[in-house]
């Protein structure tokens, strides 16, 4: 990182730069160390007798192994592959939700098509699942890993929607902010501190705000 601040410096002044750093997910413990130092169970979510049971039940009806998908918490499945064999996609879906529950490590269940209507405000989880699918993303089915769970065999955890795996830094730099830590803040927050700083109007509405506590009095852009 400092080699890449020297380079830009040779482009530009200093003083004419601003850096905003975060990251795209956090960490949670590792399980073993966890359990070694707190007294706590090591917890690993082993979802491949689930796998496997989808796939060999697609190998017996002759049905295209892609048609479910299961990984990465999110699950998938081809609705007219399943109906043209005689499947009804909802019970199937219903079935992957009934086989993920009983999974150690798995805390929760959630149709995609229910997050909507979660209570969002007070739900955490189901607000990070709407904020983390787009509109065109074929999930149908999400599950989440309980705190402090991993996958079997996976040396870290991403993209969970638990707060270990959620919070992550927002650092601003440059001659515009002051020194020091502050209060808690969001990745949202940093678009309009930016455009704060450099004396521009957002053209649409931003869900953050201007961390204005961070910004010294006086700054120009």
Sequence with gaps: MGAFNDSLYKFRDSSTIAFALTADHG???YPELRAEREHKPALRADIDPV???????????KIDAHAISIEEGMVSIDQSALS???LKPDSVLASIARDL??????ARVDLVKDLSKADTVRDAIARRWVHM???????ELVFSLAPFAYYKNSSATHGTPNDLDARVPVIFYGPWFVTGKFTKALVADMAPTLAAI???APIERLDGR???EAIRRGSSP
């Design 27 to 29: 960490v949670q413990p």
């Design 51 to 61: 796998v496997k049971k989808y796939a060999a039940q697609l190998q017996a009806a």
């Design 84 to 86: 043209k064999a005689g």
């Design 101 to 106: 529950r009983r999974v150690t490590g798995i």
């Design 133 to 139: 699918l787009p509109p065109d993303d074929p999930a």
């Design 198 to 200: 450099a004396d521009v």
């Design 210 to 212: 201007v961390r204005s």
